[in-house]
């Protein structure tokens, strides 16, 4: 019972960064109909600014890491809204696969960019919060997994509330729903994919400090297989949908940390690729969406 609960809430930490990344992706399709491939590598970006910004501070502690993580969110933030300006604007109007194999391409220039200028070998990244152990009876929790659980249900509590009750979370739900209509209700359209975008990097930096955190090190290619399976999370809870994504994080997290602590720990990475064939065979729209007819 006792390692139940453990890798209970460890699987529950992983989920919730899993969670992150999900509804960046989530965020960008619900307004543009794409995938943003691009995005784990902004979580990766996001976990070198935070190790650069980290390490000019002498100490761990709370207001320490959060102001870390906060730089980090608003380089981050800014990286996605300028690679929606240069790189997606002006293609708005082509296919959607011109568009695809656009988001592949800035994902492997990020990539070898990162290599280039941060270096291909593994780096240490600082331990920005403080670190300790709590034991109660026979149970043992790190600080770790409570800091990533508690900043990652702040963020995407934050989330939610900027979604549902601000103005410019009304005006993404209606760019979402209907763009044409939300601009001839007087929304500027190219303003609000910006902030999404913004909004979605910020977030997928949050879960690349929080993932080095856990797992101090870091390198360019290390958002390829967390990036893969929260895009696996986003489908499972149902792309589009922010409940859903968070919801498939979670429950990727919690099986695959379940998968390693069993005899089967080496097919732990492919967990999320058979629930990806699952739902695409038995329940398509993901476990909160809804299927949407359309017309031909």
Request: a positive charge.
């Amino acid at each position: 019972m006792t390692e139940f609960f453990q890798q209970l809430i460890n699987g529950l930490s992983v989920g919730s960064m899993y969670a992150l990344i999900a509804i960046g992706y989530t965020l960008v399709y619900g307004v543009l109909r794409f995938i943003n491939f691009a995005h784990s590598d902004v979580f990766m970006v996001g976990a070198f600014m935070g190790m650069y910004i980290g390490r000019t501070s002498s100490k761990s502690s709370i207001g320490g890491g959060l102001m870390v993580m906060a730089g980090a969110m608003v380089i981050c933030a800014l990286l996605g809204i300028l690679i929606e300006r240069f790189a997606y604007r002006p293609l708005r109007s082509r296919s959607k696969l011109t568009v695809l194999i656009t988001a592949i391409g800035v994902s492997l220039f990020l990539e070898n960019a990162g290599q280039l200028i941060f270096g291909p070998n593994p780096q240490p990244f600082p331990n920005i919060f403080p670190s300790h152990t709590f034991q109660y009876d026979q149970v043992v929790l790190s600080s770790k997994d409570l800091v990533v659980l508690v900043v990652a249900i702040v963020l995407m509590g934050g989330l939610q509330f900027l979604v549902l009750k601000t103005k410019i979370g009304t005006a993404m739900r209606a760019a979402a729903f209907n763009p044409q209509a939300a601009s001839l209700m007087g929304i500027n359209i190219n303003n609000v994919i910006s902030f999404t975008f913004g909004l979605g990097s910020a977030l997928a930096a949050a879960g690349g400090i929080l993932w080095a955190y856990k797992f101090p090190k870091i390198d360019p290619l290390m958002g390829v297989m967390p990036g893969l399976t929260a895009f696996v999370a986003a489908v499972l809870g149902g792309i589009g949908n922010i409940p859903g994504a968070a919801l498939g994080g979670l429950v990727i997290g919690i099986i695959e940390t379940f998968v390693k602590g069993s005899r089967w720990s080496t097919w732990s990475e492919a967990i999320a690729f058979v629930l990806l064939i699952l739902i695409l065979l038995f329940r398509p729209a993901g476990l909160l969406g809804t299927l949407q007819p359309e017309k031909v």
